[in-house]
């Protein structure tokens, strides 16, 4: 009765003197097992029942330790040399039992999960099915909603995971919206998060991304559970604003999430990166980077002025900021932006021919300084175009604060912002006012239309050439009186009048620094043409000999 060995094992006798099969024996503190034979069993998995057992080298029954069992499918696709099995102090393995979701096991602090058969899981698992998912393709995160690490570790993920993945939806036109960063390539390197619970953070709508805060800092992942970095589309502000018209709308549904390594979202602040593809295809394509500014839930300012900081900006319709001279209409709330092609004003000859329709169409001229700058500016200002700087003031308070002054202040002309004064050659030029305009927003202003010099005033049939004999014997005095020229007819070699039936008092002379000529007098401009005021109205213009 008991143990004895035979034949160099051990087998055990019950009490009739008859082996011990398929069952436990105990000796010492050690439980062992006797197999069908009653022969005592060494380093082999026990399948007792619905429970299994370990009985190392020296046939004792494991307990409360880690076992790495050989696989007999190693070599096979996706099996590993080893299956790690953990045995209890009862020496029951740990099982997921009969639920039929993950059932999670805590041990030395740590959470694992086991599949029916007491095999440790690694690596992806579904929490509907106690299973590993096969991950040869590299797509076994679109199912699953565990990490257990590697086939050698096997805790439970919790926090970030950053790791290898075949994603090839993500090369699909609509990811374009999501996370363009990640459209180019199927193989991938993407982060992961996991909760406490160790399931990863998703949304449960393929159309929209699942945001979460995470130590302070907000990030956003897809249906699949990937963090978007970079641009990515908020298809729940998008679809909000789907009744609003115009491209800004679409805009302000953009978020920006830093780089593919760190993505955490940029909200309320300003950041400069190049336009996302669909955002603005030609800057993208161009890889020209520009401001923009993110507001409390980091979307986008786009087509409006906004205060920051105390200083106002503006914003395109694709939310990039303004910087510059600018051409601005505010139509339905939204900023539209001048065609260069039909309101050009690269030169000054351009700024003047294309204004007064750019006027007439509602623009207003504003300049946000140059470069990185942006700040909306106001009052006096100096403005380059096309190498040249220029006078330009810009309103200081109302609705058109900010616009370029379209009209006279302080005894001076403005169209568009820019100051109507003479050209240094010039030294004096005529100007035509042209008042009680209304824009296709209904706001009154008024028009400066600058002559070049005299020959400009004759073929716009403003002012005539006196023939000479008619001017020529008439004395100092006669020529006062009828030509309104203090000189004898025979020192003057021309002599221009007013056409009959312009009103002079629409037309005005200015000199270099903008100022209006009303005094009783003659000023010679640059051609050596004498323009004679006479109670502040142009009466004549003559060239002596």
Same mark, same amino acid.
């Given at each position: 009765?008991g143990?004895?060995?035979?034949?160099g094992?051990w087998?055990?006798?019950?009490?009739?003197?008859?082996r011990v099969?398929?069952?436990?024996?105990?000796s010492?503190?050690n439980?062992y097992?006797?197999d069908?034979?009653g022969?005592m069993?060494?380093?082999?998995l026990i399948?007792d029942?619905?429970?299994?057992?370990?009985?190392d080298?020296n046939g004792?029954?494991?307990s409360n330790?880690w076992?790495?069992i050989?696989?007999?499918?190693a070599?096979e696709?996706n099996e590993?040399e080893n299956?790690?099995?953990?045995f209890q102090?009862?020496? =029951?393995?740990?099982?997921?039992?009969n639920?039929s979701t993950?059932?999670?096991?805590t041990?030395?602090?740590?959470?694992?999960a086991f599949?029916s058969d007491?095999?440790?899981?690694?690596g992806?698992v579904?929490?509907e099915?106690?299973?590993?998912i096969d991950?040869?393709?590299?797509?076994?995160?679109?199912?699953?909603d565990y990490y257990?690490?590697d086939?050698?570790?096997?805790?439970?993920?919790?926090?970030?995971?950053?790791t290898?993945?075949?994603?090839d939806?993500?090369?699909?036109?609509?990811?374009?919206?999501?996370a363009?960063v990640f459209?180019?390539d199927?193989d991938?390197?993407?982060?992961?998060?996991f909760?406490?619970?160790?399931?990863k953070? %998703?949304?449960?709508?393929?159309?929209?991304q699942?945001?979460?805060t995470?130590?302070?800092?907000k990030y956003?992942?897809d249906?699949n559970?990937a963090m978007?970095?970079?641009?990515n589309?908020?298809?729940?502000k =998008?679809n909000?604003?789907?009744?609003?018209?115009g491209?800004?709308?679409?805009?302000?549904a953009?978020r920006?999430?830093?780089s593919v390594d760190?993505?955490a979202r940029?909200?309320k602040?300003?950041?400069?990166v190049v336009a996302a593809e669909?955002l603005n295809?030609t800057?993208y394509n161009?890889?020209?980077d520009?401001?923009?500014?993110?507001?409390?839930?980091?979307?986008l300012?786009?087509g409006?002025f906004?205060t920051?900081?105390?200083?106002?900006?503006a914003f395109?319709?694709d939310g990039r900021?303004i910087?510059?001279l600018q051409?601005?209409?505010?139509?339905?709330?939204f900023?539209?932006?001048?065609?260069d092609g039909?309101?050009?004003?690269?030169t000054?000859d351009?700024?003047n021919e294309?204004?007064?329709t750019?006027l007439?169409?509602g623009?207003?001229?504003?300049y946000f300084?140059?470069?990185?700058d942006?700040?909306?500016?106001t009052g006096?200002? %100096?403005?380059?175009?096309d190498?040249?700087?220029?006078?330009f003031?810009?309103?200081?308070?109302g609705a058109?604060?900010?616009?370029g002054?379209?009209?006279?202040?302080?005894?001076k002309?403005?169209?568009?912002?820019k100051?109507v004064?003479?050209?240094?050659?010039?030294?004096?030029?005529?100007? %035509?006012?042209?008042?009680d305009q209304a824009?296709?927003?209904?706001?009154s202003?008024?028009?400066?239309?600058?002559?070049?010099?005299?020959?400009?005033l004759?073929d716009n049939?403003?002012?005539e050439?006196?023939?000479?004999e008619?001017y020529?014997?008439l004395s100092?005095?006669?020529?006062?009186?009828?030509y309104?020229?203090?000189?004898?007819?025979a020192?003057?070699?021309?002599l221009?009048?007013p056409?009959?039936?312009v009103?002079?008092s629409?037309?005005?002379?200015?000199?270099t620094s903008? %100022?209006?000529?009303?005094?009783n007098? =003659?000023? =010679?401009?640059g051609?050596?043409y004498?323009?004679?005021?006479?109670?502040?109205?142009?009466?004549s213009?003559?060239?002596?000999n």
């Amino acid at each position: 009765t008991g143990w004895a060995e035979e034949d160099g094992t051990w087998v055990y006798y019950d009490r009739n003197g008859e082996r011990v099969t398929d069952k436990w024996a105990k000796s010492g503190n050690n439980w062992y097992y006797l197999d069908s034979d009653g022969e005592m069993a060494i380093d082999t998995l026990i399948d007792d029942g619905d429970n299994y057992y370990y009985v190392d080298i020296n046939g004792v029954m494991a307990s409360n330790q880690w076992v790495a069992i050989e696989n007999e499918d190693a070599g096979e696709d996706n099996e590993p040399e080893n299956y790690w099995y953990y045995f209890q102090a009862n020496g =029951k393995a740990l099982t997921n039992g009969n639920n039929s979701t993950v059932s999670l096991k805590t041990i030395n602090g740590k959470k694992y999960a086991f599949d029916s058969d007491g095999k440790m899981l690694y690596g992806w698992v579904n929490k509907e099915n106690a299973e590993r998912i096969d991950n040869t393709d590299g797509t076994a995160f679109k199912e699953g909603d565990y990490y257990f690490g590697d086939e050698n570790d096997g805790a439970m993920t919790v926090g970030w995971l950053q790791t290898d993945i075949t994603y090839d939806e993500a090369t699909g036109e609509d990811y374009k919206l999501v996370a363009p960063v990640f459209n180019d390539d199927e193989d991938q390197t993407r982060w992961f998060y996991f909760q406490s619970n160790g399931k990863k953070v %998703k949304s449960d709508n393929p159309d929209l991304q699942k945001n979460k805060t995470i130590n302070g800092k907000k990030y956003s992942f897809d249906n699949n559970g990937a963090m978007v970095a970079e641009w990515n589309m908020d298809q729940a502000k =998008k679809n909000a604003t789907a009744s609003t018209p115009g491209e800004a709308a679409w805009s302000t549904a953009w978020r920006y999430y830093n780089s593919v390594d760190d993505g955490a979202r940029l909200s309320k602040g300003w950041f400069k990166v190049v336009a996302a593809e669909m955002l603005n295809e030609t800057k993208y394509n161009d890889d020209e980077d520009a401001w923009y500014y993110a507001d409390g839930n980091g979307h986008l300012y786009a087509g409006e002025f906004k205060t920051i900081n105390g200083k106002k900006y503006a914003f395109r319709q694709d939310g990039r900021m303004i910087d510059g001279l600018q051409l601005i209409n505010v139509k339905g709330g939204f900023l539209v932006e001048g065609d260069d092609g039909k309101y050009n004003f690269e030169t000054e000859d351009d700024f003047n021919e294309n204004t007064a329709t750019a006027l007439e169409d509602g623009y207003r001229y504003y300049y946000f300084g140059d470069g990185d700058d942006g700040a909306m500016k106001t009052g006096n200002t %100096k403005v380059t175009i096309d190498g040249d700087t220029f006078n330009f003031y810009f309103e200081t308070a109302g609705a058109l604060k900010g616009a370029g002054k379209t009209g006279e202040k302080d005894k001076k002309f403005y169209l568009g912002g820019k100051l109507v004064a003479a050209g240094k050659d010039e030294k004096y030029q005529v100007v %035509k006012v042209i008042e009680d305009q209304a824009d296709s927003n209904d706001v009154s202003y008024t028009v400066y239309e600058k002559y070049a010099d005299v020959q400009d005033l004759v073929d716009n049939t403003i002012v005539e050439k006196i023939p000479t004999e008619d001017y020529k014997d008439l004395s100092a005095n006669d020529m006062k009186s009828k030509y309104g020229v203090n000189k004898k007819g025979a020192d003057i070699s021309e002599l221009y009048m007013p056409v009959d039936g312009v009103d002079m008092s629409d037309y005005v002379l200015v000199n270099t620094s903008g %100022k209006k000529i009303t005094s009783n007098g =003659k000023n =010679k401009d640059g051609n050596d043409y004498y323009y004679v005021i006479d109670k502040k109205v142009i009466k004549s213009i003559y060239v002596e000999n």
